[in-house]
């Protein structure tokens, strides 16, 4: 029950309780306390929507960056990684298998924002032997989102 | 000057073509209309299945198959209503791959029926049964069933509707539009009722895989005494959402299906190719895939079935298939009176129950082959309605 209402809300957080329930056959209360422990115990982060910020700002920009690091002895990455995601301007950072180490998701209103933050702020770090930058250039889905066109109902009109 | 009344089949000309294709034409030229109309799934075909016949056009397998279809197919097919339904049928002169299951019920009627005879047709029920039989020449006879009886054909039914001209009885069964299915014990009254005569039955059971609440599917040929009288119709469409690849079967006794065959072969010669070989796929790695599509209709249909009976329309849990069929006589309106006018004050497009017979009248069928979401757009719009009745 845990998984399926996880598996719900991460599709549509704005799925009420009683919706819930309705869709996996339970009652009401059962499903709005399962969802008060699951955000108790840090199951569920949060709740936020998903803006296509191309739509709304003139300028928004957001990169890839591609971070080489050199793990600290017992450390490893967590000391680095930590203190990137402390900006206001990272969104996300990964630790990545294969050929780079951190992968941070980085956004700002224009490119020499977002150069800049890199250069300034990530370059800059001690154990970060080299940066990579790559620019988004365009957003076609987003957190399963589409976001450039819709996806259309494309069923005949045959009825019975 | 020709005169057409003169040249077209007379059989043909009466028969009518389906009344809400005008009223569904004018919604689809309709801004924001939202639909439950659809018969068909709007999940994509799993990939696997599409990679399947795209790997089988690199191969060039783009030629005519056996009649029959291809070997490979029909013996998945075997071991696909063995595993699922305890039916046993030989991968050899038991089994056809045909177009659609639609072809499959058209070739199963002309095989059986000839001028005159009698074929028992349950309403409400799929559309095209009578039209078929009338083609044949055959006389369809109507079989009421009702909301009380959950829609099933009942043992009292059948035994009022069988006569000595009696040649095929039709089980549509997960039943588009009603949702109805027939248990065990209620095909065990049918078979008891058949026993001794010479009866066939076409069992259509295109939505064999859509059932819930626990409820499998039960094939008619599985219960005693009626595999020698039963044609098992199948297909591909709904179970894995393969509507556009027309793909079924039709599994029986060989003395039937040499004969359906027959029709078959010189109609159609045989199956698209592309989708026998997608086919396979489906019957043998895709249990996964299904599973996951029933469990998403099963929350749409819990979804659905609450809103209705929220609004107000009594609506009865569907077991099968991917429809809901709301009672809607607490309006005072006819079926048809009550989609016209939603459709034109709240742009919500349902199918009136008279679609599916006249015993359909009272009731709408509402598809939930739509996200939750839109389902519960529309019916939020049908309970402002009901609201401004």
């Known amino acids: ?160 | 000057m020709m005169d057409y009344s003169k040249a077209i089949n007379h059989t043909v000309a009466e028969i009518k073509p389906s009344g809400i294709r005008k009223f569904f034409d004018i919604a689809a030229t309709m801004d924001g209309v939202i639909s439950l109309g659809v018969g068909e799934p709007d999940f994509r075909t799993p990939w696997q299945i599409r990679k399947a016949g795209i790997n089988s056009l690199e191969k060039g397998k783009t030629k005519y198959t056996s009649n029959w279809g291809i070997a490979q197919l029909r013996s998945a097919v075997s071991d696909y209503v063995k595993r699922k339904y305890s039916i046993n049928y030989q991968p050899d002169e038991e089994i056809l791959i045909t177009v659609g299951g639609s072809e499959a019920i058209d070739a199963c009627i002309r095989a059986v029926v000839a001028p005159g005879d009698e074929v028992i047709i349950p309403q409400p029920s799929y559309v095209c049964y009578e039209p078929i039989t009338r083609l044949a020449g055959g006389v369809p006879v109507i079989i009421e069933t009702k909301a009380e009886d959950d829609f099933k054909v009942t043992k009292k039914q059948l035994e009022n509707a069988l006569s000595p001209r009696t040649k095929l009885l039709i089980l549509p069964y997960p039943c588009n539009p009603t949702g109805a299915i027939m248990e065990k014990e209620d095909l065990e009254e049918l078979a008891d009722v058949l026993k001794g005569t010479n009866v066939i039955v076409l069992s259509d059971e295109i939505y064999a895989e859509l059932t819930f609440g626990g409820k499998r599917h039960v094939s008619p040929a599985s219960i005693d005494g009626m595999w020698e009288r039963t044609v098992t119709v199948n297909g591909f469409s709904k179970a894995f959402s393969m509507t556009g690849w027309r793909l079924g079967f039709a599994c029986g006794p060989r003395e039937i299906m040499d004969q359906i065959t027959k029709i078959h072969q010189f109609a159609i010669m045989c199956a698209p190719t592309t989708s026998q070989y997608a086919a396979i796929e489906a019957l043998k790695n895709c249990d996964g895939e299904v599973e996951r599509m029933v469990h998403e209709y099963d929350m749409r249909r819990r979804m659905m079935v609450a809103g209705f009976n929220e609004i107000g329309l009594v609506c009865r849990e569907p077991k099968g298939a991917f429809y809901t069929f709301p009672s809607i006589k607490s309006t005072g309106l006819s079926s048809d009176e009550f989609c016209e006018r939603l459709l034109y004050s709240k742009k919500v497009a349902v199918v009136p129950g008279t679609a599916f017979g006249e015993s359909g009248e009272g009731f709408i069928r509402a598809s939930y082959c739509y996200s939750v979401e839109h389902i519960k757009e529309a019916i939020s719009r049908i309970g402002e309605f009901l609201k401004e009745l």
């Not at chain 1, 991460?10 to 009652?27: C, P, Q, T």
């Not at chain 1, 301007?89 to 924002?113: A, F, H, I």
């Open chain 1, 1 to 160: 029950m845990k998984y399926e209402i996880l598996k719900l809300l991460a599709r549509n957080a704005k799925y009420s309780a009683k919706d819930i329930a309705v869709m996996l056959g339970s009652d009401e209360d059962t499903v709005a306390k399962e969802i008060a422990q699951l955000e108790k115990d840090g199951f569920i982060k949060g709740y936020k929507a998903i803006v296509d910020w191309q739509m709304v700002e003139d300028s928004y920009v957001s990169a890839i960056i591609e971070l080489n690091v050199v793990p600290k002895a017992e450390l490893g990455f967590e000391e680095v990684a930590e203190s990137i995601m402390k900006y206001e301007e990272v969104e996300s950072v990964y630790l990545m298998s294969g050929s780079y180490d951190l992968n941070v998701v980085v956004k700002g209103k224009t490119l020499q924002d977002v150069a800049r933050f890199v250069a300034r702020e990530l370059a800059t770090i001690d154990s970060v032997t080299q940066t990579t930058t790559h620019f988004v250039m365009r957003r076609y889905k987003e957190m399963d989102v589409v976001l450039a066109g819709d996806e259309k109902d494309d069923r005949g009109q045959l009825f019975i």
